[in-house]
């Protein structure tokens, strides 16, 4: 079964610092990866996604994230933290080795930014 | 830009009272989830809806939980005798067909669910 990992469950930055999100998947067959935020008293916003066509993928707000098949990894970045990034990130992933829709998520990564 | 919506967005109800969770999809999706998260865990998949038929469940999604789509419009989430254990953050979601497993979904607001 395939599942993802985020090490750090509270990440606290200085605004206009370099964010960095972590986040490890394990699966048998190429997945399909996807951050989303979650800001206080809201729903579940994409940032963006892994679909196979680049591995280093864009987000929306200046978020990126690259997809490192060696590593089996989909950081998330940002080069310079904006008190507005202050949200709950997850990482998830889709079951492409057995074709389920059902997203598979992360437990969950608690940014901080201080001023 | 349309928008998934839930209602009610907070509920409170004593243990062993049924519960029915709407969510309005997007208009064109096709596919719907619902998804909860008890206080402090992880974002955990409990269903999913197509073609008026369950497509996936998970193993949570028990006798106790059923899934309905009333009208053209609302899609629903019934617990028949809640438990503590269900409180929790319920969210739906939908999507669309075209990408397939690469198709994002789009969630709602949440209904936060309290049991008594």
């Avoid at chain 1, 709950?88 to 901080?112: K, M, N, P």
């Avoid at chain 2, 243990?15 to 998260?37: D, T």
């Avoid at chain 2, 019934?78 to 269900?86: F, G, H, N």
Wanted: charged share 15%; aromatic share 12%.
């Amino acid at each position: 079964a395939q599942s993802v990992t985020q090490l750090g469950s509270h990440v606290s930055v200085s605004e206009g610092a370099l964010v960095l999100l972590r986040c490890n998947y394990s699966s048998s067959v190429p997945p399909y990866l996807f951050w989303y935020v979650q800001y206080p008293n809201q729903g579940l916003q994409l940032l963006l996604k892994y679909t196979s066509a680049a591995t280093l993928v864009k987000g929306i707000n200046g978020f990126e994230a690259e997809f490192k098949k060696s590593e089996t990894s989909f950081h998330l970045t940002k080069p310079s933290a904006h008190m507005s990034d202050a949200a709950e990130y997850f990482c998830a992933v889709t079951h492409a080795d057995t074709g389920r829709r059902a997203l598979t998520f992360g437990s969950g990564t608690r940014l901080q930014v201080q001023p | 830009e349309p928008e998934v919506t839930q209602t009610p967005s907070h509920q409170v109800t004593q243990m062993g009272q049924e519960v029915i969770l709407r969510c309005v999809p997007i208009s064109n999706h096709l596919y719907f989830y619902w998804y909860r998260q008890i206080l402090g865990q992880k974002v955990e998949f409990l269903v999913s809806f197509y073609n008026n038929e369950i497509s996936e469940k998970s193993e949570i999604f028990d006798d106790q939980f059923s899934v309905e789509r009333p009208d053209g419009s609302n899609f629903t989430l019934k617990i028949r005798s809640t438990k503590l254990e269900d409180s929790a953050m319920y969210f739906c979601a939908s999507s669309s067909l075209t990408s397939g497993l690469q198709e994002t979904q789009y969630f709602g607001p949440g209904t936060r669910l309290l049991v008594l």
